[in-house]
């Protein structure tokens, strides 16, 4: 029987992280990274399972080459922390999950042998010694969270020197004990420094050089954060937006910076992104841009929620417009900017009302 490849990739971290942050941003954050990983896969590996926080992919009667197997290992990793890279830079969200997530680190474990299968409701999965072997192989003595195993048996069969050394590579010798039975692998601590971060595009901070056109401010009771959580979570705009037919956006994404999101009001779509700003240290804040209502060309909304206490803060909304030709300016001053005042005052109210009424929400 021909051999094949089992191959696991494990986000370490994980029971702490979902245990200590926020449920639903980590839930998330942790999708998010296992979408990275499938997407990653170069190798036409198969997916068996999604289990929790890992992925357990296999090929079946075939072993990819070392050279492919040491690729494919490297593109992993490098998906990985250039998402986690992106997830720190284009953050917004202060709670404690979205803050953490850069924390997040990964292993991945490798190993060969002959597959028996079984089939449970028409799926069909990977079963026996083998793949007892390879989940056994992510209980090991190595001390790191961040790291490449491949077992004697894979290492043997593709090649892989002991002591594989590469820019990436330091690979060692490392044996343990399951069940009265040694199993021996080779391991590299993997240095991020040394992974090609991919590039990413970085959200906006916009600075202005007047004040805003527009501003109101209102006391909350309820927690910045939790105001933050009802205000950046889209889910939540119904409660509070009233006007809009439907909110469309990205319902397995934490908000962050570049994030785009959908009003549809009587059949016409305003396309909104998120963006940011610089504000007083302790303050949050959360901003969007949208080009998409005449006469005005961009129109920039900033929410800013300055804690008072455990249960209230201080939320300030501003509004910046640009028009460029004189048209659009005397159109905004006669007519759009009535409308955009009564626009955030109502917003606000309803926050406020919202927020006040429901003072305690699970990020």
């Known amino acids: ?10 986000i370490s971290g994980f029971t702490k992280f979902i245990q200590t942050t926020e449920v639903t941003h980590s839930q998330h954050v942790i999708a998010e990274l296992l979408e990275v990983l499938i997407a990653a896969n170069t190798q036409d590996l198969r997916l068996a399972e999604i289990e929790g926080d890992a992925l357990f992919l296999y090929k079946e ?26 997830l720190e830079k284009n953050r917004v969200c202060p709670c404690n999950a979205c803050a953490s997530a850069p924390n997040l680190q990964l292993k991945i474990v490798a190993h060969c042998g002959d597959l028996q299968f079984i089939e449970v409701q028409g799926n069909r999965k990977p079963f026996g010694q083998q793949v007892i072997e390879a989940h056994r192989l992510l209980k090991n003595s190595v001390e790191s969270e961040n790291y490449a195993l ?6 043997s069969h593709i090649e892989l020197p002991i002591y594989y050394w590469s820019k990436l ?19 590299s601590v993997i240095d991020q420094g040394h992974l090609t971060i991919n590039e990413f595009s970085k959200g906006e901070k916009l600075t202005f050089d007047k004040p805003p056109q527009l501003a109101f401010e209102k ?25 809009v037919d439907k909110f469309e956006y990205n319902e397995n994404e934490v908000t962050r910076l570049g994030t785009e999101h959908v009003c549809v009001i009587n059949g016409k779509h305003f396309n909104f992104v998120t963006v940011t700003k610089d504000v007083k240290s302790g303050q949050f804040v959360y901003g969007e841009m949208t080009t998409s209502p005449p006469p005005v060309d961009e129109v920039y909304q900033f929410y800013i929620l300055t804690p008072v206490s455990d ?3 201080i939320l300030e909304i501003q509004a910046y417009w640009t028009a460029r030709s004189w048209l659009k300016k005397i159109m905004i001053a006669l007519v759009a900017k009535r409308i955009f005042k009564k626009n955030i005052e109502a917003a606000l109210h309803g926050l406020a009302q919202f927020a006040s009424e429901n003072p305690n929400v699970e990020a």
């Open 61 to 86: 009667g075939e072993i990819p080459s070392q050279e492919k197997l040491l690729a494919q290992i490297e593109t992993m990793f490098t998906d990985f922390y250039s998402h986690l890279k992106l």
């Open 169 to 187: 590579y330091r690979f060692k010798e490392g044996k343990d004990t399951y069940d009265g039975k040694e199993v021996e692998y080779i391991f």
């Open 219 to 243: 006391k909350v009771s309820t927690s910045a954060m939790t105001l933050m959580e009802y205000i950046t979570n889209y889910s939540y705009r119904h409660q509070w937006v009233k006007g």
């Open 150 to 155: 491949i077992s004697k048996e894979l290492a």
């Open 311 to 313: 249960d209230s803060c």
């Open 1 to 10: 029987m021909t051999k094949s490849l089992l191959f696991i990739p494990d």
